[in-house]
């Protein structure tokens, strides 16, 4: 079997001396420095804590949806999801919850009618690229921690709709998004969502519980039972918990060498497991590494 | 709202007319006529009754693995998987089932050490080019209705690890894997398993069943206790099924029309809900569609 793949590769004309073994994503993390790693703010944090005592973290993402951002700061703030439940779960898509059709009122502060924030301009994000084609955007890689579709004239940057990306609802109008209903990308990434909808933020903890519910049997994976939603207790950001108790994260920083050697590895897979690296990654097969801090 | 997205469209430079409102997905599938469908063979569809009740059916691709497929079928006859568990669940990575560790003895005409069944030739495949660029091959597509890179020489062809991939696990040989032991994508497509493990089907029916089980708390996603592993019922061959009870299952052609239309759509989404088609569309954001039979 060996000789086989020897000879492939002859057939695909790679003359050069086999790459030395690189180390696993998992060792990359392992040892990278204090350096590569950025705290997330506190008020970037947003825990959602189910009935069923399991735990969703949420890191926002107000430098691309501001607006939207700041509605869900004051809602969480509000207790607007007092009551709330997942009411939806579509199989290899998505999983949402907040409190669906309520008609409850917006807090003070919340804009009822944001701008559509689906992009942002390039200027100002130091981007690391992916290296590998997009099929999605001109331009793929990362900034500030975060997998980006661009456009290469800088008009444009999206983040991308990747496992676990945090979406706003809306309607069929581009602006009927709030926050008060939130998504979750629970399978293959549904970039054809980019530039469509407003992504506010990603699971950095706990996303197998959003993934892991039944699937609701009706149109679009709505629970039949409204409920049959699975409650959620509380929605509040980690700046509102008590010191104590507060959850806190750090993301590795796209901009450092521990991740661009964990980017070339991502592509590269040539430890004992692989005989045939791919040369190449999907931006959202790279999940940017999130650890608990301390 | 609108106004900004058209000021928008007009910095991206185009002046073309807008493109008339296409079908949604779901509208083509709902239309294809009869011509576009290829019925699956009762041989090549794997069906799995959890003692839970519910059902996933694999269809099996022997064009690709044959040697695999076969020792699956003997595995099947056999009742080799009497007793199996579903006893690894790994967050957006893959579920995994057989009989773990069991020693069991394979039964007669199981190839104990297949070959590596990675990738074929793609002489004598019918491609249906992807359009849209990929991270992982210099090519590609569908052929046969399934998801393929390729190389653009034609030295391979690959089934792609897309969200219900089925695989072949194994240990760090690559000819270890003989089919007793199989695994399905559950979350983002893990591609860069791409001709290192040998894929021999794709859940069809029932993937949800895989997906939404909880995750296992070990290392790679194993359940801590076996003893907590979902119980399989049966794994059997649709064939050897009394013709009453047996499912049957279409797979749209790829080389169809409905396939060229329906692959178009998904790469530039605007009906109602989009107001910015992509333009492009991965691999595995295309699923060939696949629907009960009769």
Redesign the interface.
């Known amino acids: 079997?060996?000789s086989?793949?020897l000879a492939?590769i002859g057939?695909?004309g790679s003359g050069a001396a086999p790459a030395p073994k690189l180390l696993t994503p998992t060792d990359i993390v392992a040892s990278a420095p204090a350096s590569a790693w950025t705290a997330i703010p506190a008020r970037d944090l947003l825990v959602m804590d189910l009935k069923n005592g399991k735990r969703v973290v949420i890191q926002l993402a107000p430098d691309f949806a501001p607006v939207h951002v700041a509605n869900i700061r004051a809602l969480a703030n509000a207790g607007y999801w007092a009551g709330a439940t997942i009411y939806r779960?579509q199989?290899?898509y998505v999983t949402q919850w907040g409190n669906n059709d309520s008609g409850k009122p917006w807090p003070k502060g919340v804009v009822a009618?944001p701008?559509?924030e689906?992009w942002r301009a390039l200027k100002g994000l130091a981007i690391t690229p992916?290296g590998?084609?997009?099929?999605?955007?001109p331009g793929a890689g990362f900034a500030a921690g975060w997998p980006l579709g661009y456009?290469t004239k800088g008009?444009?940057a999206t983040l991308a709709h990747?496992?676990?990306a945090v979406g706003v609802g809306r309607g069929?109008?581009?602006?009927t998004g709030t926050g008060g209903e939130l998504y979750a990308v629970?399978?293959?990434?549904?970039?054809?969502m980019?530039?469509?909808l407003a992504i506010v933020g990603r699971v950095i903890e706990g996303?197998?519980q959003l993934?892991?519910?039944?699937?609701g049997t009706e149109a679009l994976g709505f629970y039949k039972d409204p409920a049959a939603g699975v409650p959620i207790a509380t929605i509040r950001l980690a700046s509102g918990i008590a010191a104590a108790g507060r959850p806190a994260f750090e993301v590795m920083d796209t901009a450092s060498p521990s991740f661009a050697n964990y980017l070339r590895v991502?592509?590269n897979?040539n430890d004992?497991?692989?005989?045939?690296?791919?040369g190449?990654?999907?931006?959202?097969?790279v999940?940017v590494p999130v650890r608990r801090k301390g």
């Open positions: 079997m060996r086989m793949l492939a057939v695909l779960v199989d290899n009618k701008p559509a689906y992916l590998s084609p997009d099929a999605y955007a456009s008009e444009w990747c496992y676990g069929l109008d581009p602006d629970n399978g293959q990434a549904t970039r054809h980019d530039r469509n996303m197998d993934s892991a519910l039944p699937r991502r592509a897979r004992d497991f692989y005989r045939h690296p791919a190449g990654v999907d931006l959202c097969g999940q």
